[in-house]
């Protein structure tokens, strides 16, 4: 049996890739799925690009969605043939209309190998207060195999923040698989000081959790009268250890709650890999994020690597090409020992003067003898100037050490929020430009997609220490959920990035493109 919270070494991962670049017919996969939770007063959904047939050309993949009841108990399923160059949205609430469903699995098949059991799909869970986005993150396995690959490692839950004030408090989203838990196996939970010391440790009972395929929205004020007060996410790093599940994968749905109503804002976990040791060659690190100038932007980063020790490093990237000039904001040790570092980006900028901010890279240099840990993960989080929830984006800096495959075309996509009640921002740039000198523009295509095909096209140049805005679709479309694809032939590297803000509560969310 494995945890859940379970990993395969970094290592491991970039030895499948090669195999998958160098035999593309062994150990195929024909499956990929996803599960979806039921959250209180939100209306889940999920919606995707069919990149099955616009990046591969595959024609003949079906969708098998599939709700389960309260007590673990399949209800009947309903398939869609996915085959045509658009986008598919289905409101899984309104699609099912049954108060008993406590979540759903999506299942896509197809006789050709899609070669990721996960699948491209971006989860929303839509309120009267916000609308939540996360791309898919839990399901359950597809044979033995994998089983065995990825319950390698038995790890705890981390990188979501921790916040307990009069106004918000943080939840968790647990799911279970095919079986339910056993008696013996607890979710357990704890609260760890800036000197890294266990200060609050609470367990719930495995009962609660015990009928198969169900998810439980766990709000963590309501679930333990001695919860400790936190004003800020900087205060403690929560972990949660959760039960031995057979044939299931996945991270916890996590994130922070309004305690007046129903808003939430939230993203899917990550491994705590503080008690394995796994290091690329090479120490250092990076990335290079988009900078919002309509919001706040924030990058939070939990004690939760392989230990380490050396030197974080932000810099501003600002002006226009083909003078952007690159301004250190700070410099400080680092030591994974407990220490949570939170670094308002937009302050930071403010106190050296700076304007037309395009974009900043979040550096980090290993000083103690050994390569920089392969997971370096943190939170980037956006927000509204108004008051509300942020969005949490869940990331981890980038190596030299991971081969860039050749390929005719680089693509990446994602999904962005089109409703008149929201501000939506979706940006481009190249997330290793912060490990980049050269400044030369690249040619990329972006393509807007709704409901019906394809909407706009336009080409834009990027530069490496530059972000765009991508608006182009602004007017075209009714639909809730629109996709944008970004494709080069001259390189790769470049990410693509959402949030989204209520015009009225500020409460925002976001995420990464695939």
């Known amino acids: 049996m494995s945890h859940i919270g379970s990993m395969k070494a970094f290592k491991e991962v970039l030895k499948d890739q090669a195999k998958y670049h160098q035999s593309p017919n062994v150990n195929t996969v024909h499956r990929s799925s996803l599960l979806i939770p039921v959250i209180p007063d939100h209306d889940a959904s999920i919606s995707f690009l069919n990149h099955f047939l616009i990046k591969r050309g595959y024609k003949n993949v079906s969708l098998k969605v599939t709700p389960y009841g309260k007590n673990g108990s399949p209800l009947p399923s309903n398939t869609y043939v996915i085959n045509e160059p658009r986008v598919y949205s289905l409101n899984l609430s309104s699609e099912f209309n049954n108060s008993e469903v406590s979540s759903y699995q999506a299942e896509f098949f197809c006789a050709e190998n899609l070669f990721i059991p996960f699948p491209a799909v971006m989860v929303n869970h839509s309120g009267a207060q916000g609308v939540n986005i ?20 038995s790890v705890k839950e981390s ?32 609260l760890l000081d800036q000197s890294g010391d266990v200060v609050w440790n609470r367990s719930l009972d495995a009962m609660l959790f015990n009928s198969p395929m169900t ?13 400790p007060v936190a004003e800020h996410k900087a205060q403690y790093t929560v972990k949660v250890k959760q039960p031995e599940q057979f044939m299931f994968y996945g991270r916890l749905l996590a994130g922070i709650a309004a305690k007046e109503n129903s808003a939430i804002s939230a993203n899917h976990s990550y491994y705590d890999s503080s008690a394995s040791e796994e290091y690329f060659d090479g120490v250092q690190v990076f990335r290079t994020y988009p900078y919002s100038q309509d919001g706040s932007n ?7 690597s392989s230990h380490t020790s050396g030197i974080v490093r932000l810099v501003a990237n600002h002006g226009s090409f083909p003078n952007v000039e690159s301004t250190l904001l700070l410099e400080e040790d680092y030591n994974s020992s407990g220490k949570v570092i939170y670094l308002s980006v937009d302050q930071l900028v403010s ?10 890279s979040l550096l980090y240099d290993a000083t103690d003898g050994k390569g920089a840990p392969t997971r370096l993960n943190h939170q980037l ?61 690249s040619d990329l295509r972006i393509s807007y997609f709704d409901s019906t095909g394809l909407l706009l096209e336009q080409f834009i140049k990027l530069s490496p220490l530059d972000s765009v805005l991508l608006e182009g679709a602004k007017g075209l479309s009714r639909d809730k959920y629109l996709w944008i694809t970004a494709e080069s032939s001259d390189r790769g590297g470049f990410d693509l990035y959402t949030y989204h803000c209520h015009k009225v509560t500020g409460h925002c969310s976001g995420e990464h493109g695939f």
Do not use: M
């Open 134 to 153: 996360c791309h898919s993150y839990n399901r359950v396995l597809n044979d033995l195999t994998e089983f065995s690959k990825v319950s390698a490692i």
């Open 159 to 190: 990188s979501f923040e921790f916040v307990n004030n009069s106004l918000y408090s943080t939840f968790v989203v647990f799911h279970t698989g095919l079986q339910g838990i056993t008696p013996k196996d607890n979710l357990e939970f704890e």
């Open 215 to 227: 998810s439980y929205f766990i709000n963590l004020h309501a679930a333990f009268d001695d919860l």
């Open 298 to 304: 924030t990058i939070v980063l939990y004690p939760i």
């Open 351 to 360: 106190l050296k003067g700076l304007d037309n901010v395009k974009t900043f």
């Open 381 to 441: 989080c956006y927000g509204s100037n108004k008051e509300g929830l942020s969005s949490s984006i869940n990331v981890s800096l980038h190596s030299l050490d991971v081969p860039v495959y050749e390929k005719k075309i680089y693509v990446s996509w994602i999904q962005a929020l089109n409703d008149p009640d929201y501000d939506t921002y979706t940006s481009i740039c190249f997330s290793d430009a912060g490990n980049q000198s050269a400044f030369e523009q």
